[in-house]
């Protein structure tokens, strides 16, 4: 006998019925007798009460229940099959609901339509005439609220931290709201050079309100009479005129060069400016939410450099805020050897030796001396070429 027909068995098991003819060896073994309830389904699937309508009778407790006598779709998909004549086609009915279709579509559409092949004439959705020729209004206008330029420069960030610096403490001087001075893109030249001109000494005190040190009297009241226009409520005190505010003749000589060259260049940042005159800036706290918000703000709009939400709840003082800027504009070298390489504090340690790669003999040899002797030597053994 072949090794496929010992595998099979002719005789049945008793539980199965006339159901199989042939049972494998090995799954005659996992044969077990098919439960009560199936056997009573199989049963009854001759009788013409569905399984629905005896589970309905069940529930209810009598052979009449209240409702539909088939609630759950009627007859299925092939009953309905089974039903229909063998000589009718299947397409009859699509056909009949395409012709319907088309029956529609010409009661519905004019004699005179006209199927449109280009876009030309065609009604415009969002906007009853033609928006595109309309001329641009105020709302069209787009200003972004950072620099379109990012500081690159380590006095630049100087700068623009010391600029927030002043302007925050003018603001917290005034009881004026600090975030409206966002509002103030960018000051005009003079304004700006007294602002340069202020330095900050933080007092334990008061650090915003009270540390700033003003160049003179008059530069004081000019620029609290320009800060009072700022989130509004100003006050109709007279104060002196911009032009009366007197620039160096250093300034002055580098606005003649300016001029001359604004139609080929534009201008540098800050008014050419390259650093501040005094850092006592650095040293104020960013303890208080508001001060701190308004401050990174501002300085983000003078810088055009974003803080992340992890860093603005790590940053504590203006140092950390200019230090985190000063890194994103140098970051630090990605190796780790770099790094240590670049460490002052690991240079100067007696037992401590660094190298951005990999050291050899060959390196060691030189760096003792021994390289020269070595390769006479085997040039001598004509070894060496």
């Known amino acids: 006998m072949r090794q496929s027909l010992r595998l099979l068995n002719l005789e049945v098991s008793p539980l199965q019925g006339s159901r199989s003819l042939y049972v494998c060896s090995i799954c005659r ?3 077990r007798p098919r439960p009560v309830v199936v056997r009573q389904f199989l049963r009854n699937a001759s009788n013409a009460t569905p399984l629905t309508e005896r589970v309905r009778r069940k529930i209810w407790g009598t052979d009449n229940p209240p409702g539909l006598k088939d609630p759950y779709g009627g007859e299925g998909v092939l009953e309905r099959k089974w039903k229909k004549q063998p000589g009718q086609p299947a397409e009859e009915p699509a056909r009949e609901s395409a012709e319907a279709l088309e029956s529609q579509s010409e009661d519905v559409l004019p004699d005179t339509y006209e199927a449109a092949t280009t876009w030309e004439g065609l009604p415009r959705v969002g906007h009853l005439g033609k928006w595109s020729d309309l001329p641009p209004t105020e709302a069209d206008v787009f200003n972004p609220f950072m620099l379109k330029k990012k500081l690159t420069k380590e006095g630049h960030l100087h700068l623009a931290a010391h600029q927030a610096a002043v302007e925050l403490c003018l603001m917290h001087a005034l009881k004026k709201p600090l975030t409206k001075i966002c509002d103030v893109v960018e000051h005009e030249k003079p304004v700006f050079k007294l602002i340069w001109k202020c330095k900050i000494e933080p007092n334990a ?5 009270q540390s700033l040190v003003y160049p003179d009297d008059e530069a004081k009241d000019v620029l609290a009479y320009i800060f ?5 409520g100003a ?6 005129a911009e032009e009366e505010v007197q620039e160096d003749a250093e300034t002055e000589q580098y606005e003649e060069t300016v001029e001359d060259s604004m139609s080929q260049a534009p201008a540098p940042p800050f008014f050419g400016y390259r650093s501040v005159q005094d850092k006592g800036f650095l040293s104020l706290s960013l303890n208080d939410p508001e001060t701190k918000f308004a401050f990174l703000k501002r300085l983000a709009q003078l810088s055009g450099h974003y803080f992340p939400d992890p860093v603005i709840h ?5 140092k950390q805020a200019v230090e985190y800027l000063e890194g994103v504009v140098n970051p630090k070298p990605t190796k780790l050897a770099d790094q240590l390489a670049n460490n002052p504090e690991l240079q100067h340690l007696p037992n401590v030796k660094l190298f951005t790669k990999r050291q050899t003999a060959l390196h060691k040899d030189e760096e003792l001396g021994r390289k020269k002797i070595i390769e006479s030597e085997l040039r001598a053994r004509g070894l060496f070429e």
Do not use: R
């Not at 005190?205 to 309100?209: A, D, T, V």
């Not at 006050?235 to 002196?240: F, L, R, S, V």
């Not at 790590?314 to 203006?318: A, D, N, R, T, Y």
């Open 228 to 232: 009072e226009q700022i989130g509004g």
């Open 314 to 318: 790590s940053i504590s003082s203006v």
């Open 235 to 240: 006050h109709t005190t007279a104060a002196p």
């Open 29 to 31: 073994q996992d044969v």
């Open 205 to 209: 005190e008061s650090q915003w309100g």
